[in-house]
């Protein structure tokens, strides 16, 4: 239980960040039709999508029941996208394009269910 309470406690910190840095972003873009200029480089920049998947990827595999999991793993992925561009000064195209793929990807497992037992999920 003390594993999950500190493994959320990181995990929201750390996404809480991602949102707010991708909040940053989407203020950088307005207004819509005069694009939006890269972002700023951070020293510590790489370290926050790490710590994001790192996080989500710890509470999925060792601390969360079987029932709880796929819902843990596309938030941790959603948040790891979000993450993603404060690694580099990323401009607003590689942004949208790695959103874009984190979707596709979330689509096409929602849509992939398996069955259990010969009833759907």
């Known amino acids: 239980m003390g594993a999950l309470l ?12 991602a949102m707010g840095l991708a909040g940053a972003a989407v ?22 999508p790490v710590a994001v998947a790192l996080t989500s990827a710890a509470t999925v595999a060792w601390l969360l029941p079987r029932a709880a999991r796929p819902p843990v793993a596309a938030v941790g992925l959603a948040a790891t996208a979000l993450a ?11 942004v949208v394009a790695v959103d874009l793929a984190t979707g596709a990807v979330l689509l096409a497992a929602a849509v992939a ?7 759907p999920c």
């Open 6 to 17: 500190v493994t959320g406690g990181a995990g929201l910190l750390t996404a809480l960040a």
């Open 113 to 119: 269910r398996r069955t259990v037992r010969g009833r």
């Open 27 to 48: 203020g950088r873009s307005l207004p819509p039709w005069q694009g939006a200029a890269a972002g700023p480089e951070f020293a510590w920049g790489w370290q926050l």
């Open 84 to 94: 993603v561009p404060v690694a580099w000064a990323a401009p607003w195209p590689a």
